[in-house]
Each structure stands twice: as C-alpha cells, then as structure tokens.
C-alpha cells in the first residue's frame, strides 16, 4: 500500500499542496483529477522524488524520501507529463532504459528484461515499430513508447501524469486498459486525468485536487456528481450510462 500523510509541498515560498492523506492499496487504479494548476502535476513529482516535501509517504515497508535513487527506481516508475525523446535510439532501445534499475553497472541484459521489454511493447501497441527510430515517431506514438520504457520497469506502484494526452481515441481506451491490467497484477497505478469518462470508466478510485487539496476521495460515482464537478471544474456535464458504466460530458460552465 501506498500511505500518504500530511503532505505538503513549497515552492518559491509559496505552499503548493496542503496537508494531503490518502492510501493507494495493490490491485487499484486510482485517478487524480483537477483543473489547471491544482497541484497534480506537483504531488506526483513530489511522490517521485523531486521534490522536498513536509509528511510522510510509504511505500509498503519503504520510507520513500529516504530511498536511494536506485532502490526508488526498483519501487516506483514515473511517467512525466512531458514526451521528451532526446536521441534518435531504437524503439526497442528506448524502452529497454526501464530494466536498469534491475541490473548492476555493467551487466547484460538477461532473459527476464527481454522478456520485460517485449511486454511492455506489446502492451503500449508499439511492438511493431520496436526497429524505427523514436525521434522520428509521432507525438502520440513516441508517448506509447515512454509509457512502454515506464511499464518495463517493473515497479509495485506506476505513477502517470496523464498518459492518454495527445492520444487517438482507440489508444486512449487502450491505455486506460493497459493500466488497468497492470493494477490487476497486483500493483498500484496512480494517474492524472483530464478526460471525465475514462476517470470515470476505468479509474476504481478518483481523488479530486482543488487549490492544493483534497476536495473529494471516493469512487467514480460518488465523486462524478453534478455539484462536485461544479465545484471543482466550475462546469456543468450531460451524464449517462451504458452497460460498461458512466459516460460524462461537460456541457457548459458554471456562473460564479
């Protein structure tokens, strides 16, 4: 389990989040939604390490700020918001950099991170571009091929900073599916949302930000409420339900 507790963060003398608490168990994907500037961005990087933060956050046994980079890297994977591919690698290549953390300086490749890494192609639909060259893949494909170096790793939790943006509608749904397969392995998957029907379709928990703190925790149904997403969005939606579940659209803004 993932424990999170009075978390705050500060930067430039200005308080970003604010005494957060929340847990995220084996086996859910846990959505983390809010508008701009909310502070999401902010709590998964501060999650990953990079920055100072006030709290406390366990990782099962682990104390996770006081984790080597190394041993950090073997626990938790971290998927920026930000696509940066800076070397025209192989695809294969680039998502074989996630077996590192699993191997000592020096040593080949094994079996395992073969195996690994032809996984996590597979499943980010990127197999069959394993031979291109990553720089000269498109916006939505080079994103596919982050998240696939990102799933290779291998980690208990897999935090995601809005994975399917910039995605194709087809490869929205199968990210959201991928995740979701990753949680049922028994791992934790935290991710940032802004589309409402895939929080609401394929998230198991939401936690809503608003100005740096929590302003709702609990499943898709009970948070996708009207007055909770005028709240938070200040808009109103056109909700639905088909046989797989919710469908949210928002339809106007709230006069404040």
């Not at 500060?10 to 939604?33: D, P, Q, W, Y």
């Not at 000592?104 to 394993?130: K, N, P």
């Not at 100005?211 to 007055?227: K, R, T, V, W, Y």
Request: net charge positive; charged share 20%; glycine share 8%.
């Amino acid at each position: 389990m993932l424990d999170v507790k009075n978390l705050s963060v500060v930067l430039s003398k200005r308080r970003v989040l604010h005494a957060l608490n929340f847990t995220i168990r084996n086996g859910e994907v846990v959505g983390l939604l809010g508008p701009n500037g909310a502070g999401k961005s902010t709590l998964m990087r501060a999650l990953s390490g990079q920055y100072p933060i006030e709290g406390a956050i366990k990782l099962d046994e682990h104390d996770l700020p006081s984790l080597s980079i190394a041993e950090r890297a073997r626990n938790l994977a971290y998927l920026p918001q930000t696509r940066i591919i800076g070397w025209p690698m192989r695809v294969r290549d680039v998502v074989a950099l996630g077996r590192l953390p699993w191997r000592a300086l020096g040593q080949r490749s094994s079996a395992a991170d073969a195996e690994a890494v032809q996984h996590a192609l597979d499943l980010m639909d990127v197999a069959h571009l394993a031979d291109r060259t990553a720089t000269e893949l498109s916006g939505g494909e080079q994103a596919r091929v982050l998240a696939a170096r990102a799933v290779a790793q291998d980690t208990r939790l897999l935090i995601a900073d809005e994975p399917a943006s910039g995605l194709d509608p087809a490869h929205q749904i199968m990210m959201m599916e991928a995740l979701r397969r990753i949680a049922r392995q028994g791992r934790m998957v935290f991710v940032s949302l802004h589309d409402l029907t895939l929080a609401a379709r394929w998230c198991d928990r939401v936690i809503m930000l608003k100005d740096g703190e929590i302003a709702g925790d609990g499943s898709p149904g009970l948070m996708m409420q009207p007055q909770r997403l005028a709240h938070v969005f200040g808009v109103r939606a056109h909700f639905a339900l088909d046989t797989e579940g919710l469908i949210l659209a928002p339809t106007g803004l709230i006069q404040r």
